[in-house]
């Protein structure tokens, strides 16, 4: 058999394996659709019949503005098979606005269920505001917290676009409209407005802390300079309630609130059920493709004639 032969053998036989994988990957992700619709085991709790339960939010990384994660809320505040939510933190912050919008969304949840809020390795600026309205915050012992304050940032790019030659024509409509600017320095005026935005947003991160912590105002803003605290502080400082993770977490629900400590934790996915589900087959059979074409890459690498 020529070698021209066996390589269309071995590329008609791996295309069979190829299609295989893609029939098995989609008959996987069918399987998981009936499962979850029969069974119930919907990771968010959200569907229907899904059974009483603990519901874990995960706070992860930049907190921003993000619209599903209200929404995913507001569904878990209004299903009754929800006892409980635990709000996961491991995040450095984020936006103001983002700490704001996730903050209020956990604020409404709190009013009708019992909301615990159990640090990681970081719970800092927008992450410590995100455990303001739970009912009881846990940290570790070396969580990195606090950092109650507002940071507006702006580089000064102008002797270096000065020695570059670069010049920045701006025509603002008013004095502060290209303020801050990187081809420029700021101004006394301009840095002035600048801060007075950055102490309004202040003001109002120190009052959710006096309201979350039922703390004196007075004793927030001695907390309240951008200081970072290890959970150990936090607790002695009352930032915090208690040293603990999702256990603690778990048996205060059920000493305080009444929440059978037996009952599963599913994890509220952001994303919908369709897109997971359907998201994991396409994974699957983009690694299983991935593969097959590694593969027959390899067969011709082997398999090519040299040109004579």
């Keep these: 058999m020529s070698l021209e032969a066996d390589l269309l053998y071995d590329r008609r036989r791996l295309k069979r394996r190829l299609s295989l994988w893609r029939a098995l990957a989609v008959l996987a992700a069918a399987a998981a659709l009936i499962a979850v619709f029969m069974r119930g085991d919907d990771p968010t709790g959200l569907l229907p019949g899904s059974g009483a339960h603990v519901a874990r939010l995960d706070v992860r990384g930049f907190i921003g503005d993000d619209r599903r994660v209200a929404e995913a809320l507001e569904r878990a505040r209004t299903d009754t098979s929800v006892r409980a939510v635990i709000v996961a933190i491991d995040s450095p912050g984020g936006s ?53 304050g507002v940071i507006l940032q702006s580089v000064d790019a102008s002797e270096l676009a000065a020695r570059l030659g670069v010049r920045l024509e701006s025509l603002p409509s008013g004095a502060f409209k290209d303020q801050p600017n990187p081809f420029r320095p700021l101004t006394e005026e301009g840095r002035a407005e600048l801060m007075r935005v950055v102490r309004d947003l202040h003001e109002q991160f120190v009052a959710m802390v006096v309201v979350g912590r039922a703390m004196p105002e007075a004793r927030v803003r001695e907390l309240a300079d951008g200081r970072v605290f290890t959970g150990r502080e936090a607790v002695a400082l009352g930032l915090v309630d208690a040293i603990g993770g999702e256990p603690e977490a778990r048996a205060w629900l059920a000493e305080a609130r009444q929440v059978p400590a037996a009952l599963p934790v599913r994890t509220i996915e952001i994303r919908g059920l369709a897109e997971r589900t359907f998201g994991a087959a396409l994974d699957m059979a983009l690694r299983a493709l991935s593969g097959q074409w590694l593969v027959v890459d390899r067969v011709r690498a082997v398999w090519q004639p040299s040109s004579p």
């Design 96 to 148: 103001m606005a983002g700490g704001e919008a996730l903050h209020t969304a956990l604020r409404r949840l709190a009013e009708a269920k019992p909301v615990v809020a159990v640090m990681g390795g970081t719970a800092a600026s927008a992450g410590y505001m995100a455990a303001l309205p739970a009912a009881r915050v846990f940290a570790r012992e070396a969580t990195v917290t606090g950092s109650i």
